[in-house]
Protein backbone atom coordinates (compact mmCIF):
# COMPACT_ATOMS: atom_id res chain seq x y z
CA UNK A 1 0.00 0.00 0.00
CA UNK A 2 1.36 3.03 -1.08
CA UNK A 3 2.24 5.48 1.71
CA UNK A 4 -0.08 8.52 2.09
CA UNK A 5 1.30 11.82 2.62
CA UNK A 6 -0.26 14.66 4.42
CA UNK A 7 0.39 18.35 3.25
CA UNK A 8 -2.41 20.16 4.44
CA UNK A 9 -1.84 21.59 7.84
CA UNK A 10 -3.03 24.77 7.50
CA UNK A 11 -6.61 23.42 6.77
CA UNK A 12 -6.67 20.98 9.54
CA UNK A 13 -3.91 19.29 11.94
CA UNK A 14 -3.74 15.81 13.63
CA UNK A 15 -5.06 15.81 16.74
CA UNK A 16 -1.48 14.70 18.98
CA UNK A 17 -1.32 12.27 20.79
CA UNK A 18 -0.66 14.33 24.21
CA UNK A 19 -3.86 16.63 23.41
CA UNK A 20 -5.77 13.20 22.94
CA UNK A 21 -4.12 12.12 26.33
CA UNK A 22 -4.55 15.01 28.52
CA UNK A 23 -8.31 15.08 27.83
CA UNK A 24 -9.37 10.74 27.54
CA UNK A 25 -10.08 11.35 31.70
CA UNK A 26 -12.40 13.86 31.35
CA UNK A 27 -14.46 11.31 29.42
CA UNK A 28 -15.37 9.40 32.65
CA UNK A 29 -14.95 12.37 36.07
CA UNK A 30 -15.71 16.18 35.40
CA UNK A 31 -18.84 15.19 33.63
CA UNK A 32 -21.17 17.46 36.20
CA UNK A 33 -21.59 20.75 34.95
CA UNK A 34 -18.73 23.03 35.89
CA UNK A 35 -21.34 25.80 37.09
CA UNK A 36 -22.65 23.03 39.63
CA UNK A 37 -20.28 23.33 43.49
CA UNK A 38 -20.92 19.64 44.57
CA UNK A 39 -18.08 17.16 43.53
CA UNK A 40 -18.62 16.28 39.88
CA UNK A 41 -19.00 19.81 38.68
CA UNK A 42 -16.05 21.04 41.10
CA UNK A 43 -13.62 18.48 38.89
CA UNK A 44 -14.49 19.87 35.71
CA UNK A 45 -14.45 23.41 36.57
CA UNK A 46 -10.85 23.13 37.88
CA UNK A 47 -10.01 21.23 34.72
CA UNK A 48 -11.79 24.16 32.41
CA UNK A 49 -9.83 26.92 34.21
CA UNK A 50 -6.37 24.92 34.07
CA UNK A 51 -6.91 24.95 30.40
CA UNK A 52 -8.06 28.78 30.34
CA UNK A 53 -4.34 29.15 31.65
CA UNK A 54 -2.84 27.64 29.35
CA UNK A 55 -4.20 29.27 26.49
CA UNK A 56 -3.69 32.96 28.41
CA UNK A 57 -0.17 31.71 28.70
CA UNK A 58 0.28 30.82 24.97
CA UNK A 59 -0.87 34.56 24.04
CA UNK A 60 0.67 36.20 26.92
CA UNK A 61 -2.87 37.17 28.49
CA UNK A 62 -4.47 36.92 31.50
CA UNK A 63 -6.98 34.02 31.98
CA UNK A 64 -9.79 35.84 32.71
CA UNK A 65 -9.69 37.54 29.05
CA UNK A 66 -9.94 34.11 27.43
CA UNK A 67 -13.69 32.75 26.00
CA UNK A 68 -13.63 29.09 25.59
CA UNK A 69 -16.10 28.86 21.52
CA UNK A 70 -16.96 26.04 19.29
CA UNK A 71 -14.42 27.51 16.98
CA UNK A 72 -12.86 30.25 14.68
CA UNK A 73 -15.98 30.79 12.62
CA UNK A 74 -18.04 31.30 16.06
CA UNK A 75 -15.18 33.69 17.38
CA UNK A 76 -15.04 36.01 14.59
CA UNK A 77 -18.47 35.91 14.64
CA UNK A 78 -18.99 37.06 18.12
CA UNK A 79 -16.85 40.09 17.17
CA UNK A 80 -18.12 41.35 14.02
CA UNK A 81 -21.48 41.11 15.56
CA UNK A 82 -21.04 41.72 18.61
CA UNK A 83 -19.18 45.29 18.15
CA UNK A 84 -21.67 46.15 15.57
CA UNK A 85 -24.37 45.91 18.48
CA UNK A 86 -22.63 47.36 21.03
CA UNK A 87 -21.69 50.03 18.69
CA UNK A 88 -23.49 53.67 19.76
CA UNK A 89 -23.86 54.94 16.24
CA UNK A 90 -26.60 54.16 13.87
CA UNK A 91 -24.11 54.04 11.14
CA UNK A 92 -21.95 51.67 11.96
CA UNK A 93 -18.77 50.81 9.96
CA UNK A 94 -15.91 47.94 9.51
CA UNK A 95 -12.52 47.74 8.02
CA UNK A 96 -11.08 44.22 7.07
CA UNK A 97 -9.65 43.01 3.65
CA UNK A 98 -10.32 41.14 0.75
CA UNK A 99 -8.17 37.99 1.23
CA UNK A 100 -10.08 37.27 5.05
CA UNK A 101 -11.13 33.73 5.78
CA UNK A 102 -14.61 33.56 5.19
CA UNK A 103 -15.40 32.98 8.42
CA UNK A 104 -14.86 36.93 8.53
CA UNK A 105 -16.19 37.97 4.97
CA UNK A 106 -19.06 35.77 5.11
CA UNK A 107 -20.56 37.75 8.77
CA UNK A 108 -19.63 40.63 6.84
CA UNK A 109 -21.84 40.09 3.81
CA UNK A 110 -24.45 39.25 6.47
CA UNK A 111 -24.03 42.33 8.54
CA UNK A 112 -24.21 44.53 5.21
CA UNK A 113 -27.94 43.23 4.86
CA UNK A 114 -28.49 44.65 8.19
CA UNK A 115 -27.41 48.29 7.27
CA UNK A 116 -23.58 47.98 8.13
CA UNK A 117 -20.84 49.33 6.25
CA UNK A 118 -17.78 47.53 5.37
CA UNK A 119 -14.95 48.86 3.42
CA UNK A 120 -12.51 45.65 2.10
CA UNK A 121 -9.16 46.39 1.57
CA UNK A 122 -7.05 45.25 -1.28
CA UNK A 123 -3.52 43.88 -1.31
CA UNK A 124 -0.40 44.19 -3.04
CA UNK A 125 1.22 41.07 -4.80
CA UNK A 126 2.33 39.76 -1.99
CA UNK A 127 -0.88 39.97 -0.51
CA UNK A 128 -0.10 42.13 2.09
CA UNK A 129 -2.36 44.94 3.10
CA UNK A 130 -1.26 48.84 3.64
CA UNK A 131 -1.31 50.09 6.88
CA UNK A 132 -1.91 53.51 5.36
CA UNK A 133 -5.15 51.85 3.60
CA UNK A 134 -6.20 51.18 6.88
CA UNK A 135 -5.75 54.61 8.26
CA UNK A 136 -7.09 55.70 5.15
CA UNK A 137 -10.26 54.38 5.63
CA UNK A 138 -11.41 55.30 8.86
CA UNK A 139 -14.44 57.06 9.70
CA UNK A 140 -16.10 58.57 12.45
CA UNK A 141 -18.36 55.71 12.43
CA UNK A 142 -15.67 52.77 12.48
CA UNK A 143 -16.49 50.56 15.39
CA UNK A 144 -14.07 47.72 14.10
CA UNK A 145 -10.67 46.81 12.38
CA UNK A 146 -10.40 43.37 11.54
CA UNK A 147 -7.46 42.24 9.81
CA UNK A 148 -5.79 38.19 9.85
CA UNK A 149 -2.79 37.67 11.21
CA UNK A 150 -1.52 35.50 8.85
CA UNK A 151 -3.16 34.45 4.92
CA UNK A 152 -4.41 30.79 5.26
CA UNK A 153 -3.87 30.18 1.52
CA UNK A 154 -0.57 31.77 1.08
CA UNK A 155 0.90 32.33 4.79
CA UNK A 156 1.50 35.82 4.13
CA UNK A 157 1.91 37.93 7.50
CA UNK A 158 0.25 40.89 8.01
CA UNK A 159 1.42 44.13 9.53
CA UNK A 160 -0.41 43.76 12.35
CA UNK A 161 1.61 45.57 14.68
CA UNK A 162 1.24 48.70 12.63
CA UNK A 163 -2.50 48.51 12.01
CA UNK A 164 -2.79 48.34 15.99
CA UNK A 165 -0.90 51.53 16.28
CA UNK A 166 -3.63 53.38 14.22
CA UNK A 167 -6.57 51.16 15.45
CA UNK A 168 -5.02 52.76 19.24
CA UNK A 169 -4.78 56.06 17.88
CA UNK A 170 -7.84 56.55 16.80
CA UNK A 171 -9.54 54.86 19.65
CA UNK A 172 -11.07 51.89 17.39
CA UNK A 173 -10.89 48.14 18.84
CA UNK A 174 -8.92 45.68 16.51
CA UNK A 175 -9.41 42.18 15.84
CA UNK A 176 -7.19 39.76 14.16
CA UNK A 177 -8.33 36.30 13.16
CA UNK A 178 -5.02 34.54 14.54
CA UNK A 179 -6.39 30.56 13.38
CA UNK A 180 -3.92 30.04 11.21
CA UNK A 181 -0.50 31.81 13.09
CA UNK A 182 -1.10 30.47 16.75
CA UNK A 183 1.48 27.72 17.32
CA UNK A 184 3.18 28.42 14.38
CA UNK A 185 4.65 32.40 15.23
CA UNK A 186 4.31 34.56 18.51
CA UNK A 187 0.76 35.40 18.78
CA UNK A 188 1.81 38.29 21.91
CA UNK A 189 -1.21 39.99 22.20
CA UNK A 190 0.42 43.16 23.54
CA UNK A 191 2.96 43.06 21.18
CA UNK A 192 0.50 42.73 18.84
CA UNK A 193 -1.36 45.11 20.77
CA UNK A 194 -5.02 43.77 19.98
CA UNK A 195 -8.15 43.69 21.81
CA UNK A 196 -9.22 40.77 20.11
CA UNK A 197 -7.71 37.66 18.91
CA UNK A 198 -9.36 34.35 17.46
CA UNK A 199 -7.89 31.15 18.29
CA UNK A 200 -9.38 27.65 16.62
CA UNK A 201 -8.38 24.41 18.39
CA UNK A 202 -7.91 22.22 14.48
CA UNK A 203 -5.29 24.72 13.22
CA UNK A 204 -2.58 23.57 16.54
CA UNK A 205 -3.25 19.45 17.11
CA UNK A 206 -6.38 19.65 19.20
CA UNK A 207 -9.54 18.46 18.06
CA UNK A 208 -12.44 20.54 15.85
CA UNK A 209 -14.65 22.04 17.41
CA UNK A 210 -13.13 24.18 20.16
CA UNK A 211 -11.60 27.75 19.63
CA UNK A 212 -10.28 30.57 22.09
CA UNK A 213 -11.41 34.12 21.77
CA UNK A 214 -9.15 36.80 23.40
CA UNK A 215 -11.35 39.84 25.07
CA UNK A 216 -8.92 42.37 26.39
CA UNK A 217 -10.04 43.28 29.93
CA UNK A 218 -11.55 46.53 29.68
CA UNK A 219 -13.63 45.99 26.45
CA UNK A 220 -17.47 45.70 26.22
CA UNK A 221 -19.12 43.79 23.24
CA UNK A 222 -22.45 41.96 23.34
CA UNK A 223 -22.93 38.40 23.49
CA UNK A 224 -23.42 36.29 20.28
CA UNK A 225 -25.05 33.59 22.17
CA UNK A 226 -27.84 34.82 25.29
CA UNK A 227 -28.24 32.44 27.69
CA UNK A 228 -27.07 31.54 31.03
CA UNK A 229 -23.91 33.64 32.45
CA UNK A 230 -21.38 31.21 31.78
CA UNK A 231 -17.94 32.41 30.72
CA UNK A 232 -18.56 35.53 32.68
CA UNK A 233 -21.46 36.44 30.97
CA UNK A 234 -19.72 36.43 27.47
CA UNK A 235 -20.58 33.11 25.82
CA UNK A 236 -23.49 31.44 27.37
CA UNK A 237 -23.64 27.03 27.07
CA UNK A 238 -22.26 24.66 29.38
CA UNK A 239 -18.34 24.78 28.72
CA UNK A 240 -17.29 21.61 26.76
CA UNK A 241 -14.74 20.80 29.35
CA UNK A 242 -13.20 17.96 27.59
CA UNK A 243 -12.26 19.90 24.30
CA UNK A 244 -10.92 22.79 26.25
CA UNK A 245 -8.57 20.30 28.05
CA UNK A 246 -7.40 19.50 24.88
CA UNK A 247 -6.95 22.95 23.50
CA UNK A 248 -5.54 24.08 26.69
CA UNK A 249 -3.01 21.54 26.33
CA UNK A 250 -2.35 21.94 22.66
CA UNK A 251 -1.43 25.47 23.67
CA UNK A 252 0.82 24.55 26.26
CA UNK A 253 2.46 22.15 23.96
CA UNK A 254 2.85 24.89 21.11
CA UNK A 255 4.47 27.46 23.74
CA UNK A 256 6.73 25.04 24.80
CA UNK A 257 8.14 23.73 21.13
CA UNK A 258 7.30 26.85 18.86
CA UNK A 259 10.77 28.52 18.40
CA UNK A 260 12.57 25.19 17.45
CA UNK A 261 9.44 23.60 15.77
CA UNK A 262 8.84 26.98 13.63
CA UNK A 263 12.86 26.66 12.38
CA UNK A 264 12.38 23.19 11.35
CA UNK A 265 9.76 23.67 9.60
CA UNK A 266 11.19 26.66 7.72
CA UNK A 267 14.32 24.13 6.97
CA UNK A 268 11.97 21.70 5.50
CA UNK A 269 9.57 23.89 3.45
CA UNK A 270 13.00 25.56 2.19
CA UNK A 271 13.76 22.19 0.99
CA UNK A 272 10.41 21.56 -0.33
CA UNK A 273 10.92 24.36 -2.82
CA UNK A 274 14.39 23.39 -3.29
CA UNK A 275 13.26 19.87 -4.62
CA UNK A 276 10.68 21.52 -6.15
CA UNK A 277 12.20 24.25 -8.34
CA UNK A 278 14.71 20.93 -9.65
CA UNK A 279 12.16 18.61 -10.54
CA UNK A 280 9.60 21.65 -12.35
CA UNK A 281 12.24 23.47 -13.34
CA UNK A 282 11.37 26.82 -15.17
CA UNK A 283 8.10 25.70 -14.50
CA UNK A 284 7.55 27.88 -10.96
CA UNK A 285 6.47 31.09 -9.43
CA UNK A 286 5.78 31.97 -6.25
CA UNK A 287 2.43 33.58 -4.61
CA UNK A 288 3.78 33.48 -0.69
CA UNK A 289 5.75 36.53 -0.14
CA UNK A 290 9.81 35.27 0.44
CA UNK A 291 9.46 37.02 3.91
CA UNK A 292 7.03 37.84 6.46
CA UNK A 293 5.09 34.28 5.87
CA UNK A 294 4.49 31.76 8.05
CA UNK A 295 7.03 29.12 8.36
CA UNK A 296 5.15 26.23 7.29
CA UNK A 297 3.00 27.51 4.03
CA UNK A 298 4.56 27.01 0.62
CA UNK A 299 1.77 28.49 -2.27
CA UNK A 300 3.27 28.04 -5.96
CA UNK A 301 2.15 27.75 -9.52
CA UNK A 302 3.26 24.88 -12.00
CA UNK A 303 3.05 26.45 -15.16
CA UNK A 304 1.14 24.76 -17.85
CA UNK A 305 -0.59 22.64 -15.19
CA UNK A 306 -4.44 22.81 -13.74
CA UNK A 307 -3.60 22.32 -9.58
CA UNK A 308 -6.63 20.24 -9.54
CA UNK A 309 -5.63 17.87 -11.82
CA UNK A 310 -2.04 17.18 -10.28
CA UNK A 311 -3.52 16.60 -6.94
CA UNK A 312 -6.24 14.12 -8.93
CA UNK A 313 -4.20 12.31 -10.16
CA UNK A 314 -1.92 12.32 -7.20
CA UNK A 315 -4.43 10.38 -4.60
CA UNK A 316 -1.69 9.76 -2.18
CA UNK A 317 -1.18 13.41 -1.31
CA UNK A 318 -3.55 15.09 0.83
CA UNK A 319 -3.10 19.23 -0.14
CA UNK A 320 -5.00 22.47 -1.44
CA UNK A 321 -5.20 23.89 -4.86
CA UNK A 322 -5.46 27.46 -4.93
CA UNK A 323 -8.21 27.21 -7.88
CA UNK A 324 -11.23 25.57 -8.86
CA UNK A 325 -11.85 23.59 -12.32
CA UNK A 326 -15.55 23.43 -13.82
CA UNK A 327 -16.04 22.17 -16.86
CA UNK A 328 -12.55 23.35 -18.25
CA UNK A 329 -13.24 27.04 -16.61
CA UNK A 330 -10.61 27.44 -13.91
CA UNK A 331 -11.54 29.74 -11.65
CA UNK A 332 -9.06 31.36 -9.13
CA UNK A 333 -9.23 31.92 -5.28
CA UNK A 334 -10.20 35.21 -4.21
CA UNK A 335 -7.28 35.74 -2.48
CA UNK A 336 -4.61 34.98 -5.25
CA UNK A 337 -6.82 36.87 -7.44
CA UNK A 338 -6.57 39.80 -5.50
CA UNK A 339 -2.62 39.58 -5.80
CA UNK A 340 -2.93 40.41 -9.13
CA UNK A 341 -2.28 36.40 -9.88
CA UNK A 342 -3.62 35.73 -13.61
CA UNK A 343 -5.50 32.80 -14.31
CA UNK A 344 -3.24 31.12 -16.85
CA UNK A 345 -0.77 31.77 -13.83
CA UNK A 346 -3.12 30.34 -10.96
CA UNK A 347 -4.74 27.78 -12.77
CA UNK A 348 -1.74 25.62 -11.29
CA UNK A 349 -1.49 26.88 -7.85
CA UNK A 350 -0.81 24.59 -4.98
CA UNK A 351 -0.61 25.11 -1.40
CA UNK A 352 1.41 22.86 0.17
CA UNK A 353 1.33 22.82 4.36
CA UNK A 354 3.06 20.95 5.96
CA UNK A 355 3.50 20.21 10.44
CA UNK A 356 4.74 18.52 13.47
CA UNK A 357 5.06 15.36 11.52
CA UNK A 358 6.11 16.10 8.19
CA UNK A 359 9.31 14.37 7.53
CA UNK A 360 12.05 15.10 4.88
CA UNK A 361 11.53 11.74 3.30
CA UNK A 362 7.65 12.86 3.19
CA UNK A 363 8.93 15.99 1.12
CA UNK A 364 10.84 14.09 -1.49
CA UNK A 365 8.55 11.48 -2.07
CA UNK A 366 6.05 14.30 -2.48
CA UNK A 367 8.20 16.06 -5.47
CA UNK A 368 8.38 12.71 -7.07
CA UNK A 369 4.90 11.86 -6.96
CA UNK A 370 3.88 15.64 -8.32
CA UNK A 371 6.78 14.95 -11.02
CA UNK A 372 5.29 11.67 -11.86
CA UNK A 373 1.80 12.82 -12.12
CA UNK A 374 2.99 15.73 -14.02
CA UNK A 375 5.03 13.79 -16.61
CA UNK A 376 1.78 11.64 -16.98
CA UNK A 377 -0.61 14.31 -17.64
CA UNK A 378 2.00 15.92 -20.46
CA UNK A 379 2.14 12.65 -22.42
Given at each position: ??????????????VSPEVKRSMI?????????PSATHFAGTVGKEALENARKQVASLLNASSEEI???????EANNHVLKGSVHHAETTTPHIITTVIEHPAILEPCR????????????GVNEEGMVAPEAVEAA?????????VMHANNETGAIQPIEKI???????????HTDASQSTGKIP??????????????????????????????????????????????GRRAGTENVIFAVGLGKACEMAKSVQPEESKRLETLRDQFMDELEVAFEGQLSHNSP??????????INIHGFVGEELLTGTPQLAASTGSACHAGDVALSPVLKAMGVSEERGKGALRLSIGRYTTKAEITEAVRLLKQTADRISM
Amino acid sequence: MVKQIYLDYNASTPVSPEVKRSMIPFFDEGYGNPSATHFAGTVGKEALENARKQVASLLNASSEEIIFVSGGSEANNHVLKGSVHHAETTTPHIITTVIEHPAILEPCRFLEKQGVNVTYLGVNEEGMVAPEAVEAAITKDTVLISVMHANNETGAIQPIEKISEIAKKANIPFHTDASQSTGKIPTNVDELGVDFLTVAGHKLYAPNGVGALYMRKGTEMEPLLHGAGHELGRRAGTENVIFAVGLGKACEMAKSVQPEESKRLETLRDQFMDELEVAFEGQLSHNSPQENVLPNTLNINIHGFVGEELLTGTPQLAASTGSACHAGDVALSPVLKAMGVSEERGKGALRLSIGRYTTKAEITEAVRLLKQTADRISM
